[in-house]
């Protein structure tokens, strides 16, 4: 008898990052599980979603991708080795960059597994040539539908909560989450509006939470200077807390940026806002209490408008 016969099937997912695209692909990801109940499931990722990808109830166990470039040969060749002696049956590439893309050729010469992606000479390619133009959630249905799997649901986050034990959260929570990617300030709504909004939720009885990192300290500081009931968390929590914080919040009104779609999938009614510098209907997060304001500048957009998306009184 082969001794290999009884051996679980081998997938390869492939999700690099950002935290966004992370959380988008988690739906995917239930997809490729269910198609694929009894199969050994490895995910490949980035350090900073490593934890996050471990605690997923989709994969059996995590590798890093270190990156390796041109400059490195060593490292691309180790990453080459690895990925054909697996011995992957099919990888489902939810990345489709040129970066995994090339992953697709390392596993050469000779017989390469199924591959669902956009490399060259893929077996199941993503080949719409319109694909750049559908949202995230939309090419990656398509793409798995190519590759036969039917059903994907929205990303659902709730295994990733977090115990919230060094957090009191109040009865009535508004999240606030004013920052975004540093190098693209056009995406952010002034932090002077987040505090106005802040003044008018905790009149309303509700608890403004400011959400961020460590470098969003600022901008904590100045909505908790604004509104003295406001619970400054920039710098205070990880990604398991901000699903749990979804989970408990009466609303969330954000910027577009990762932290917003953990919070989403954790469950959080949610007023995402938008500038002409990213399009919503290619990157926004997707739920049955999703409301998205856009404006091209979003200094124009008043916060009797954002006020009025809360839904409390």
């Known amino acids: 008898m082969n001794a290999g016969a009884n051996r679980p099937r081998r997938i390869l997912v492939i999700k690099l990052g950002a ?21 050994d499931i490895t995910l490949l990722t980035s350090a900073p979603f490593a934890a996050l990808g ?7 166990r995590v590798w890093l991708d270190e ?10 060749w ?4 690895r990925l054909r002696v697996a011995g992957f049956a099919r990888v489902y590439d939810l990345q489709t960059s040129d970066r995994s893309s090339l992953y697709f050729r390392l596993m050469g010469p000779g017989a390469r597994p199924e591959w669902s992606g956009i490399a060259a000479g893929a077996s199941h390619p993503d080949a719409n040539p319109r694909r750049d133009l559908m949202h995230t959630l939309d090419r990656q249905a398509e793409q798995l539908r190519r590759a036969g799997i039917d059903r994907v ?3 659902d986050v709730a295994w990733a909560a977090s115990d919230l034990a060094t957090i009191a959260v109040p009865p009535r929570p508004l999240l606030l989450v004013p920052g975004g990617a540093p190098h693209r300030p056009a995406k952010r709504w002034p932090v002077t509006l987040f505090a106005e909004l802040a ?4 009149a309303a009885g509700a608890t403004p939470m400011v ?3 460590a470098a969003e300290a600022p901008l904590g500081a100045v909505i908790a200077a604004a509104e003295p009931s406001a619970r400054d968390l920039t710098g205070k929590t990880g990604f398991g807390d901000l699903v749990a914080l979804g989970k408990r919040a009466l609303h969330a009104v954000g910027n577009d940026t990762g932290p917003m779609h953990l919070i989403v999938a954790g469950g959080a009614p949610a007023t995402v806002l938008y500038s002409a510098a990213s ?15 856009r404006r091209d500048d979003l200094a124009t957009l008043g916060v009797d408008e954002v006020a009025a998306t809360l839904g409390f009184g």
């Open 19 to 39: 935290l966004g695209d992370f959380v988008q692909a988690m739906g995917p990801a239930a997809a490729i599980r269910a198609h694929h109940a009894d199969a």
């Open 54 to 60: 471990a605690a997923a109830p989709y994969f059996d």
């Open 67 to 76: 990156r390796p470039g041109l400059l490195r040969p060593w490292a691309l």
């Open 78 to 81: 180790r990453l080459r080795r």
């Open 153 to 155: 649901p929205l990303p």
């Open 199 to 202: 003044r008018r939720a905790a």
């Open 211 to 213: 959400i961020g990192g």
């Open 279 to 293: 399009d919503p209907a290619l990157t926004a997060p997707r739920g049955p209490r999703v409301i998205i304001l």
